[in-house]
């Protein structure tokens, strides 16, 4: 059963691991009377942790009571890891967690600990990179086996209530690890001291050479060539959207002229938008399709995803417009506001199963269509592969399969589609996870600010002003002392998580986008506030980032510290992105520092940026970003046109900054004192590495392509 780390695999000198300002077991001495012996997740306000709040199981929250419980009964600890919208975590709860008999012996071995992985995503890093280091598959829920003080010897994910194949049911893992625990036979022991070494490896910095330009290309390549040519996205099945990879391939096509990335894609998502795995109901994407087609979701739609495809959807409708696109855009954005607010900003994410079924909620047959839409069903049917037999178990999840058709034909889908919609919404909805999360929303506002311009819906800017404003109230009110950090999870009425280096970064982010839109110089502040802050608290001397605070309390027993993205951004990676935007917005060489000290801290492996995609966006981001600085008069109709042809440019490494009457750059900024030429209320200055153009006057001229500066400095782009 155990897989035995390499005596070898031994810890760097500068990777020690981090222990809380004060260790679980410094406070066993003071702990009072031990927990009842009852499941407590009654008491928690995370969505997932309720969800669990009935098992027989005596759940506990991760904490240093939990620790010092199991330290006082000498018990391994049982920890459990996933999240409210996660199918097999309700699958493995209903067959296991629920059964009387599994959860007393539960019970009688372990010290059982529940987590949300959304709501405490530090410790499901350490713990998911120690599964990983076990040589298994990572996935929710996690199960992983620890020594009372947190440190992990045996793990895996989900485990069948019944022998299957080969794998042993659940009731007779827990009896084995609880044996080998109590046997004191040293196994344990060695493969917690292996595991901790490589926690310990994983989580050190590898400082080296700074990224350059040919690595960019390098990883670029090794992207292009893992294309799905048929189907769209990356080769193979399951099939995840991976967005920091495609940002980061439609940032170098755009940057470099290449079409490779940017077509890449444009499949992409003109694959997904047709596919199952889009809502094309009630708007959305879900997490990833379980098929090489983008069929079969599981049906759970998650927040981060959401935000991250609008922004690519309006990258790729700035290159290339297509109503495929607005559609998509327009259907996320009003799943966000429909269906996703809570006390004025966007809830996490929505379940896969209704009813107790996945995906019930949201297929069909065809006799439920033909008596929605009824004469009209035909069309409708034809259109998005409606059949008698079901594309998928008996159902239809609905897809496009036909190409697009005239304006009328299309229109008449769209009311056919609202009419299924407003049929589908008297169904029993899919549990919402209620958590409002700062890194998530501030994806999503940094969305909705581009794709406002590129859609032209300035509402859109408007929600997203209102959500960040909402999102600062709940995380970040003056009274929680937080001193300028933004808290991680806000749910039911109070802050459940204290702030990590993602919700820094990714906050500081979304106010440099609504700095960019309005020219609000709050905006700005703000985001130098979240930066200052993750200085303060997250940074270490060689120039990383740590995902948990310098006085965090109770953080895992090894300080987590990655570059790598998930399905989210990195916060290495968002962090050093902000740094690079914030030098090329004010001039202030300081910030250009502290994002190279971030690339340098991880160069020591060329071949692991493959796994850092935004880290690698940053950096080129750092080099070549365009700052289109419009001065004069921003509000007359030449700088409104100028200001709306910079904000839509389909560039990720642009950046818009207003230069009107009462505003001045800092004395830093290559722009700092250019005006409009004569006879212009305003005028764009293209300035890159530190050099401007000279004044363009005309939108047009910012609007084909990548504006650059010629190589004459001539008044108008290349082109024109």
């Not at 969505?47 to 240093?64: C, D, T």
């Not at 709501?119 to 713990?127: A, G």
């Not at 998911?128 to 895996?156: I, K, N, R, S, Y």
Request: hydrophobic share 40%; aromatic share 8%; charged share 15%.
């Amino acid at each position: 059963m155990w897989r035995n780390l390499s005596p070898h695999h031994t810890i760097p000198a500068r990777g020690m691991p981090y222990i809380a300002d004060i260790h679980p077991k410094d406070l066993f001495v003071t702990t009072p009377a031990l927990p009842p012996a009852e499941n407590l997740l009654g008491h928690e306000k995370s969505p997932y942790l309720r969800q669990h709040a009935q098992n027989p199981v005596h759940w506990r929250p991760w904490g240093r009571v939990a620790l010092a419980e199991a330290h006082a009964l000498n018990k391994p600890i049982l920890l459990s890891i996933g999240y409210a919208a996660c199918h097999w975590c309700h699958v493995m709860a209903h067959e296991s967690f629920e059964d009387g008999d599994t959860a007393a012996l539960m019970n009688s071995l372990f010290v059982n600990i529940k987590i949300d992985r959304e709501e405490r995503p530090d410790i499901d890093h350490v713990y998911m990179t120690a599964l990983h280091a076990l040589g298994e598959q990572g996935g929710w829920p996690l199960t992983m086996f620890l020594t009372p003080d947190g440190t992990p010897f045996w793990g895996g994910t989900y485990f069948p209530p019944e022998p299957s194949y080969g794998r042993p049911s659940f009731r007779q893992l827990i009896t084995a690890i609880a044996r080998a625990y109590n046997d004191g036979d040293g196994s344990v022991a060695k493969n917690g001291a292996a595991l901790m070494r490589a926690l310990a490896d994983s989580n050190a910095s590898k400082p080296g050479a700074a990224i350059n330009p040919q690595a960019l290309t390098r990883v670029t390549q090794s992207f292009l060539r893992l294309e799905d040519h048929t189907h769209g996205g990356l080769r193979g099945a399951p099939k995840f959207p991976n967005p920091p990879i495609f940002r980061l391939l439609w940032q170098q096509g755009v940057r470099t002229t290449d079409t490779a990335g940017t077509a890449m894609v444009h499949r992409l998502l003109s694959a997904m938008a047709h596919g199952g795995i889009h809502d094309h109901l009630g708007g959305g994407f879900a997490r990833y399709s379980t098929d090489a087609e983008w069929l079969a979701p599981h049906f759970e739609k998650m927040l981060y995803d959401n935000g991250q495809i609008l922004e690519l959807l309006a990258f790729a409708q700035a290159n290339m417009p297509n109503p495929l696109y607005h559609e998509a855009a327009c259907g996320i954005v009003a799943w966000l506001t429909r269906d996703m607010m809570n006390a004025g900003a966007f809830a996490a994410a929505e379940d896969a199963d209704s009813e107790g079924e996945e995906g019930r909620f949201y297929v069909w047959t065809e006799k439920q269509i033909d008596a929605a839409l009824g004469d009209a069903s035909p069309a409708f049917k034809t259109a998005y592969d409606v059949t008698l037999g079901g594309n998928w178990e008996g159902h239809t999840i609905l897809r496009r399969v036909t190409p697009r058709s005239t304006n009328e034909f299309e229109t008449t889908l769209a009311k056919q589609r609202e009419t299924l919609r407003k049929r589908r919404a008297t169904r029993i909805r899919p549990a919402r996870d209620d958590k409002v999360l700062a890194d998530w929303n501030g994806l999503a506002i940094t969305a909705l600010c581009r794709a406002a311009f590129v859609f032209a819906r300035p509402d859109w800017l408007t929600i997203a002003a209102d959500v960040f404003a909402n999102v600062q109230h709940l995380l970040s009110p003056p009274a929680a002392g937080l001193d300028g950090r933004t808290a991680h999870a806000w749910c039911d009425g109070v802050i459940t998580a204290a702030g990590l280096l993602d919700d820094q970064a990714s906050m500081a982010r979304a106010a440099i986008a609504l700095f960019e839109a309005t020219g609000t110089a709050t905006y700005l502040a703000h985001a130098i506030t979240c930066a200052n802050a993750a200085l303060a608290h997250f940074a270490d001397p060689d120039g990383s980032f740590f995902t948990s605070a310098d006085d965090a309390l109770d953080a895992p027993p090894v300080r987590p510290r990655t570059a790598a993205d998930n399905a989210t951004p990195n916060g290495n990676g968002l962090i050093a992105d902000v740094f690079a935007k914030l030098y090329h917005l004010t001039g202030d060489a300081d910030w250009r520092s502290h994002a190279q000290a971030v690339f340098a801290a991880f160069g020591a492996n060329p071949d692991q940026l493959t796994a850092m995609p935004s880290l690698l966006a940053a950096a080129d981001l750092l080099a070549n970003a365009t700052s289109i600085v419009i001065a004069g008069d921003c509000a007359s109709p030449q700088g409104q046109a100028l200001l709306n042809a910079a904000m839509v440019l389909p560039d990720p490494t642009r950046l818009v900054l207003r230069a009107g009457a009462g505003t001045t750059l800092p004395a830093g900024h290559p722009a700092a004192g250019k005006t409009p030429p004569p006879g212009a209320d305003a005028a764009a200055f293209i300035c890159q590495a530190g050099t401007c153009s000279l004044p363009v006057t005309d939108a047009g001229g910012l609007c084909l392509g990548r504006p650059t500066l010629s190589p004459t400095l001539s008044p108008t782009l290349p082109g024109t």
